[in-house]
């Protein structure tokens, strides 16, 4: 099946300092891809939708200035969390969807402190 | 809509029955409904999926049904393995401009006991 994955798994910072995440498609190409933020004991929250070659569209309450997404090829969007605070801390997941259904990469564990 | 739950519902069985798994979903106009097992600190693993046209679909230990009248979904699992204790989410798509975008429901932690 599709491969998606996420780098890096898992990302300790300290507050204030900005932290990039890669979603990739490894072996298929996507024209949208989308990021999800879980946190503990809860439910996958769409955050944004991320476009190849164009702006994302960012999920009401999520504040674009903070969650930067660019999707630079048809295999790669990044989600950059700037300025981060200790209640950034999360699960960030990335989908990328091919006709038949979306698949999810790996996750990414955030820690803010 | 969004899908926030503090306190997940769970469900414990002991192994080899039966699971079943329900959802309420909110968007009448949802046209393609998924399952996903999620194990913790991981990202969701695709179970079965269903599209609107249908009632009932079938795979391997597993059947999904879908109630459109009352907007509800069911994972049922059969002979139930300690291997599938994890959480379940459903997840629906309303389709056209929104493919591939998915609203997630609150989710179940299921727990199989040996």
């Known amino acids: 099946g599709a491969v998606v994955s996420q780098h890096p798994s898992r990302v300790i910072c300290k507050s204030g300092t900005s932290v990039k995440i890669e979603c990739r498609s490894l072996?298929?190409?996507?024209?949208?891809m989308f990021w999800y933020r879980q946190f503990p004991k809860q439910s996958l929250m769409l955050m944004a939708t991320?476009?190849?070659?164009?702006?994302?569209?960012?999920e009401q309450g999520v504040e674009k200035d903070k969650f930067l997404i660019n999707h630079a090829s048809l295999t790669l969007s990044t989600l950059t969390v700037t300025s981060a605070h200790p209640e950034d801390s999360s699960f960030y997941i990335c989908?990328?969807?091919?006709?038949?259904?979306?698949?999810f990469g790996p996750g990414t564990r955030l820690t803010v402190l | 809509g969004e899908s926030v739950g503090l306190h997940l519902p769970t469900l414990s069985v002991q192994e080899g029955d039966n699971s079943i798994i329900n959802c309420a979903y909110s968007?009448?106009?949802?046209?393609?409904f998924i399952w996903y097992k999620q194990e913790s600190g991981k990202g969701p693993q695709f179970i079965i999926d269903?599209?609107?046209?249908?009632d009932k679909r079938q795979g391997q230990r597993v059947t999904v049904l879908l109630n459109k009248t009352v907007k509800h979904l069911s994972l049922q699992i059969a002979a139930t393995q300690p291997g599938d204790s994890a959480v379940y989410f459903c997840?629906?798509?309303?389709?056209?401009?929104?493919?591939?975008?998915?609203?997630f429901g609150q989710g179940t932690i299921l727990t199989v006991h040996p």
């Open positions: 989908s990328a969807s091919r006709p038949e259904r979306a698949f």
């Open positions: 072996d298929f190409q996507a024209t949208t």
């Open positions: 991320s476009n190849e070659g164009s702006k994302a569209t960012y």
């Open positions: 968007n009448s106009a949802s046209d393609y």
């Open positions: 269903i599209r609107s046209n249908m």
């Open positions: 997840a629906e798509e309303s389709g056209g401009t929104s493919y591939g975008k998915l609203t």
